[in-house]
């Protein structure tokens, strides 16, 4: 994971679209960015300030995790401060709703940033109506336990800079951005249009276009154009097919072609790993080993 100071770091151009990443980085630690899919990216931070904030007017909305810390932390809207934060609270920030924050103290946050655009996108998916019909409203220092496990156990640990985890990042966007939309819309009492799976033919067509692509990084978008779909109902009839998520499909695939070129390619390990999209020799050991029990070197020992 990167480390960058607000005194050094230059953050890329395209996280400066969003207010609510502008006015942190001028006194927070940046952890680290990186970009979930259909315009959404993510930030990583560490605050340790008394200091006012105020967001004002973002064109996008925010989900907020205190993933440590945030006690101190205040929510200025009328006479009285709204408090209640901490590990594991959330903040829901719409689109074009400014806010005042008092932080106090130390916090880490995670916060993830979905362009209006893709929102709009997601409402017409879902609902097939209007995306001025469904809003999104304002919740601040609130328990949603999907929220934390997913930034936990499905954001955090992956690696933002890596062509292996691509997938991943874009299915865990997807996914908060899907949960956004079922329980904190104000149209909750809408249905989700639901499909059937993808036919045999396009089945064939998304798994031909992976195992020709496994060097290079891949998402849920490029998986989807290849299928004609768009992103949302792709990631569920695609799952209802082939009984998993994208992402896990696709790193399933990699793992697989390292083993075959374990058993029969003289290639090197770090080799492997190029060709079968990990960032390194360590990062295809680590996932192989969680995926076999083995590391590679092991497992070309014992298979061939």
Known sequence: MSQFSRSGFQPNGRYQKFEVFNQLIGDANLLRAGDFGDSISAAHWRRKADVMTRYTDPDHHTISLYVNGGTGIQRHAGADPLTG??????????????SDWLVQGEVELFHLYIPHAAWERAVVEAFDIEPNAVEVPEKTFFLDPLIEHTVRHAMLPLDWDVA???????NAGQ????????????RRDLDFKVRGGLSPIVKRRVIDFVDANLDQPLTIEELADVADLSTYHFARMFRKTLGEAPHKFVLRRRIERAMEMLRGDPASVAEIALATGFSSQAHLTTR???????????????AQ
């Open 175 to 186: 996914m908060l951005m899907g949960h956004m939309l079922r329980s904190y819309s104000t």
């Open 288 to 302: 192989f080993a969680s995926f076999t029990g083995l590391t590679p070197a092991k497992y070309r020992s014992v």
């Open 164 to 170: 292996a985890d691509r997938m991943a990042m874009s």
């Open 85 to 98: 934060g901490g590990p594991g609270r959330c903040c829901l920030m719409p689109a074009f709703m400014t």
